[in-house]
């Protein structure tokens, strides 16, 4: 079944090329020109992801955004949010605000494509069991939940993708290249802000309360998931 991908935009023309490059490649395209009617459509639909303009009319992006992590309906929609600016902190208070990613406008449709492409790709290692637990987390794959105590905890697809190749590396540390090439599908901290990959993972241990203290930062290398004792 194709995935469907919710434009949000008020720029007419941007929204309709945006659609036309992603149906090409098999997507099914919903559309909304305010934050308002994003919400409203996000909630009804519950597309696969979101192309979320940042500068909207009434409910700005990020409000969006915020709304839809909150919503336990939307919380695991993937989220790609365009822009206009291109400062550093619009890109981090984007990505803190629970988006998957961030383009700057003006951008190469075939990047978007290929970055919506990414978002929506699932872990797709096969040899880890379905279900898998450390401490007291609990991955179930195959239903995409989390469960930290007993308490299913809410993670974003991004998020749930990270942990998972955290637990499969088996103790081995990750580097940022290898994290996003195997969460986000590039090759290389040049496509994405290697930045990214720090969000995350700090978000992630926010969500894993207790258990936080897994995920071990190697300094000057990477992550790494500590099964053991902690």
Aim: net charge negative; with cysteine; charged share 30%.
């Amino acid at each position: 079944m194709a995935a469907t991908v919710l434009v949000v935009d008020d720029e007419k023309d941007l929204v309709e090329l945006v659609k036309y490059h992603l149906e090409k490649e098999g997507l099914k395209c919903l559309e909304a020109r305010d934050g308002e009617t994003a919400l409203q459509v996000a909630k009804e639909r519950t597309p696969d992801l979101v192309v979320l303009d940042l500068m909207l009319p009434g409910v700005d992006g990020l409000e969006v955004c915020r709304k839809l992590r909150k919503d336990p309906k939307t919380s695991s929609i993937a989220i790609i949010m365009l822009t206009a600016k291109a400062e550093e902190v619009d890109r981090i208070v984007g990505l803190e605000m629970g988006a998957d990613d961030y383009m700057v406008k003006p951008f190469s449709p075939r990047e978007l494509v290929a970055r919506v492409k990414a978002v929506l790709r699932r872990g797709q290692g096969q040899d880890m069991p379905t279900i898998k637990r450390v401490g007291t987390i609990e991955v179930d794959e195959g239903k995409h939940q989390v469960t930290v105590e007993g308490t299913v905890v809410e993670l974003t697809v991004k998020e749930f993708d990270l942990l998972c190749a955290l637990m499969r590396a088996n103790g081995r540390v990750l580097n940022r290249d290898q994290i996003l090439e195997t969460v986000w599908g590039y090759s290389n901290a040049v496509d994405i802000e290697s930045r990214t990959v720090d969000v995350h993972i700090r978000r992630l241990r926010e969500k894993l309360g207790n258990e936080y203290t897994r995920i071990v930062t190697v300094k000057g290398v990477g992550y790494r998931f500590e099964a053991g004792s902690v």
